[in-house]
């Protein structure tokens, strides 16, 4: 898995791409903590190339809604493949979640 950040205003946009595995899993989330600690409110976490993701995974992206939740941030998982919506809706988390299919519209949704 790879990793890549852009800055849109108010928003940090954070590239994915390849599996989400244990490895890929753990800098995930690694990487999320860091961009939480430094106050950012505003994220798109971009599943465009994201190909498989594990229950790790899944549960750094639960850590994102419950940290951004309690200082009124938000954040938007967008272009998230098939298989993956599948699996968030199977594990109940897809309601937990605002999923957008483009980058574009999730960026268009928050703040500048």
Aim: charged share 20%; net charge positive; no cysteine.
């Amino acid at each position: 898995m790879t990793l890549s950040e852009e800055k849109t205003g108010q928003v940090l946009v954070l590239g994915l791409s390849g599996q989400i595995d244990r490895e890929g899993a753990k800098i995930f989330q690694s990487r999320l903590i860091q961009i939480l600690d430094s106050g950012q409110q505003y994220l798109v976490i971009d599943f465009t190339e994201v190909t498989y993701i594990n229950s790790t995974g899944l549960s750094a992206l639960i850590l994102v809604a419950k940290r951004l939740g309690k200082t009124g941030g938000k954040f938007i998982l967008a272009g998230v493949i098939d298989p993956i919506q599948k699996v968030l809706k199977i594990s109940g988390l897809a309601t937990l979640f605002t999923i957008l299919p483009t980058k574009a519209e999730a960026l268009a949704s928050l703040p500048n």
